[in-house]
Nanobody, 128 residues
Framework: QVQLVESGGGLVQPGGSLRLSCAVS????????MGWFRQAPGKEREFVAA????????YTADSVKGRFIISRDNTKNTVYLQMNSLKPDDTAIYYC?????????????????????WGQGTQVTVSS
């Protein structure tokens, strides 16, 4: 059974930092690209960041570039999202997702439909 379990969310003041983790089990983690998406109340789910199976390439949305960093540890089957300089607009449920690294289309990393497995999400609230 494939499981993606996010952790590390919470309440933080503007300008603060959080590190999200996503622990993956039930699949060959090294063969999967990983992504982070988020969904704010009343809005569609949007791409945040992605990393290839080997970690050799990363992608981040323009809205978080320079503030968020995605990384992975293939020995721990875990992907991370370091979030710095948080803003109220970053408030959302954050989801991690996995896609089998077999074939790529243009801008694959930002397309939710490219991912095969999803976690349940972790709430991030940025507020003073």
């Amino acid at each position: 059974q494939v499981q993606l379990v996010e952790s590390g969310g919470g309440l933080v003041q503007p300008g603060g930092s959080l590190r999200l983790s996503c622990a993956v089990s039930g699949l060959s983690f090294r063969s999967y690209d990983m992504g982070w998406f988020r969904q704010a109340p009343g809005k569609e789910r949007e791409f945040v960041a992605a990393i290839t199976w080997s970690g050799s390439a990363t992608y981040t949305a323009d809205s978080v570039k320079g503030r968020f960093i995605i990384s992975r540890d293939n020995t721990k089957n875990t992907v991370y999202l370091q979030m710095n300089s948080l803003k109220p607009d970053d408030t959302a449920i954050y989801y991690c997702a996995a896609r089998s690294a077999l074939g790529y289309v243009t801008d694959w990393y930002r397309q939710a439909r490219q991912y095969h497995y999803w976690g349940q999400g972790t709430q991030v609230t940025v507020s003073s």
